[in-house]
């Protein structure tokens, strides 16, 4: 015979629930008042947000054509500054991966160098190379090597230390050298991953140019800037229309590719 399920106290006030909620408005508020985050202010500038909405709903179809060329500038920032950063990681993801550079001493400092890297925000180096080389793409460029050379060194050495380490052992005991044993045992094995890390890469740095260039590092993002500040919300919605194009686009054929490569 069936029974209807007596539900307990606690079940019957969703006691736990309430517990959730409490902790996250507890937590919220402490949060905001430890970092000085003014909600109110917040909603209270929320009618300006809506005012800007409603000006990006008319998109100014007439500044498509100019857009074009920034967008095109983009890609190709993403693609040299991807390109050229993940063929330098891959002497270093050798020499950080312990199961191929058995010197501990080596390694640490290869693995220290890489740390330090992937510590340093994009941002932050699109600054310092705007300082440096100037206001333009190459900025754009060369924060986007460092990028790419911390990130995909990172998830290239961890590939390395997974790799079947038998063809090694026969190239070694067949007399091949160190760098015989890398070209023809160690990149055979993880080409696909590297491949694949490449094209997450090239992903990111797509969207992440669009941020560099506001910055003054060219592409897209100048233009998104220039039209924000002349208050030409009409032109933004087209700028990000465009963005939002390329990089479904980029996403799209890149998770495609790298769906085959696994």
Same mark, same amino acid.
């Given at each position: 015979?069936? *029974?209807?399920?007596?539900?307990? %106290?606690?079940?019957?006030?969703?006691?736990?629930?309430?517990? %959730?909620?409490?902790?996250?408005?507890?937590?919220?508020?402490?949060?905001?008042?430890?970092?000085?985050?003014? +909600?109110?202010?917040?909603?209270?500038?929320? $009618?300006? !947000?809506?005012?800007?909405?409603?000006?990006?709903?008319?998109?100014?179809?007439?500044?498509?054509?100019?857009?074009?060329?920034?967008? @095109?500038?983009?890609?190709?920032?993403?693609?040299?500054?991807?390109?050229?950063?993940?063929?330098?990681?891959?002497? !270093?993801?050798?020499?950080?991966? #312990?199961?191929?550079?058995?010197?501990? =001493?080596?390694?640490?400092?290869?693995? =220290?160098?890489?740390?330090?890297?992937?510590?340093?925000? $994009? @941002? +932050?180096?699109?600054?310092?190379?705007?300082?440096?080389?100037?206001?333009?793409?190459?900025?754009?460029?060369?924060?986007?090597?460092? =990028?790419?050379?911390?990130?995909?060194?990172?998830?290239?050495?961890?590939?390395?230390?997974?790799? $079947?380490?038998?063809?090694?052992?026969?190239? *070694?005991?067949?007399?091949?050298?160190? *760098?015989?044993?890398?070209? !023809?045992?160690?990149?055979?094995?993880?080409?696909?991953?590297?491949?694949?890390? !490449?094209?997450?890469?090239?992903?990111?740095?797509?969207?992440?140019?669009?941020?560099?260039?506001?910055?003054?590092?060219?592409?897209?993002?100048?233009?998104?800037?220039?039209?924000?500040?002349?208050? #030409?919300? $009409? #032109?933004?919605?087209?700028?990000?229309?465009?963005?939002?194009?390329? +990089?479904?686009?980029?996403? *799209?054929?890149?998770?495609?590719?790298?769906?085959?490569?696994?």
């Amino acid at each position: 015979m069936n *029974t209807i399920p007596v539900k307990t %106290w606690e079940q019957k006030w969703h006691v736990k629930t309430l517990l %959730w909620v409490l902790l996250f408005l507890v937590i919220f508020i402490g949060a905001g008042n430890m970092t000085e985050v003014d +909600v109110p202010e917040f909603f209270h500038g929320f $009618d300006q !947000f809506m005012v800007i909405f409603k000006e990006m709903l008319h998109p100014a179809w007439a500044y498509a054509p100019y857009i074009y060329q920034p967008l @095109l500038q983009t890609i190709q920032m993403a693609l040299v500054g991807t390109l050229i950063g993940s063929v330098l990681a891959i002497p !270093f993801a050798v020499l950080a991966a #312990r199961n191929i550079m058995t010197n501990t =001493f080596i390694r640490s400092i290869f693995r =220290f160098i890489l740390n330090i890297v992937r510590t340093i925000p $994009d @941002l +932050v180096l699109a600054a310092i190379f705007v300082a440096i080389v100037g206001i333009g793409p190459m900025a754009g460029v060369l924060t986007l090597i460092v =990028f790419s050379f911390g990130m995909v060194s990172k998830l290239f050495y961890e590939a390395i230390e997974t790799i $079947d380490m038998g063809p090694l052992e026969a190239l *070694t005991a067949a007399g091949a050298n160190k *760098t015989q044993v890398v070209i !023809f045992a160690v990149l055979p094995q993880v080409l696909n991953s590297f491949l694949s890390y !490449f094209l997450y890469t090239l992903e990111i740095n797509v969207r992440a140019s669009t941020v560099l260039g506001y910055l003054g590092a060219g592409g897209i993002g100048e233009l998104l800037q220039r039209s924000l500040g002349q208050f #030409r919300y $009409d #032109r933004t919605a087209v700028v990000v229309i465009g963005i939002f194009i390329v +990089v479904i686009v980029v996403d *799209t054929i890149s998770n495609q590719l790298r769906e085959r490569l696994a």
